[in-house]
């Protein structure tokens, strides 16, 4: 997955910050499982007081609590943390169409983009596996490739209606749960 979650500009860090601008931990709870709720609480408490100093110890106290958050949302997912990546890298498209999907409260963003992608690969893919078929019975090589593509095919529709009937965020469908 392309560095969304786990970027100064994500949307872990965004709420993070507004939690804090707002004084009100309860903003970003979501974004953590039930079972870490009392370590945000914690470090949040620890940071309000930080934050009440100069400009360098409100800094600090602000990476800290971003990173907390990150780090147990992270883990809540099953994935890695890896620290704070810089705001602004490259998400790909489909993150800010869906983020566009959801401000519109329409999929048509989102649909429409990977509609065009699904048709361009499938049909590539096709492609090539019907002019592999027709040079098949000439060699046991050029059988492999025939049946290596018409496999691969198979197994790429196969992975691709698994992707689109998995569970939304499917590695911590339980947070808070």
């Keep these: 997955m392309p560095p969304h979650c786990d970027s100064l500009d994500g949307p ?4 993070a910050r507004l939690a804090l601008e707002a004084d009100d931990v309860q903003m970003v709870l979501p974004y953590v499982p039930h079972h870490d709720e009392d370590e945000i609480r914690s470090v949040f408490d620890s940071v309000r007081e930080a934050r009440a100093s100069n400009g360098s110890a409100r800094e600090v106290a602000d990476r800290l609590f971003f990173e907390t958050v990150v780090r147990l949302h ?11 990546k810089p705001a602004g890298l490259p998400v790909g498209p489909a993150i800010p169409l869906a983020e566009r999907a959801i401000e519109a409260g329409s999929p048509e ?13 499938v049909e590539r893919r096709l492609a090539e596996v019907l002019r592999l078929a027709a040079t098949k019975d000439r060699s046991v090589a050029d059988g492999r490739a ?3 593509a018409m496999l691969g095919f198979q197994v790429y529709s196969h992975h691709l209606l698994q992707a689109m009937e998995a569970p939304a965020h499917s590695e911590h469908d339980a947070v808070g749960h």
Excluded at 74 to 84: D, I, Q, S
Excluded at 109 to 120: D, F, G, Q, S
């Design 12 to 15: 872990v860090v965004t709420i």
């Design 74 to 84: 992270r883990m809540g997912e099953g994935a890695p943390y890896t620290g704070l």
């Design 109 to 121: 963003p989102v649909t429409e983009y990977l509609t065009e992608v699904l048709n361009t690969q």
């Design 146 to 148: 025939f049946v290596e």
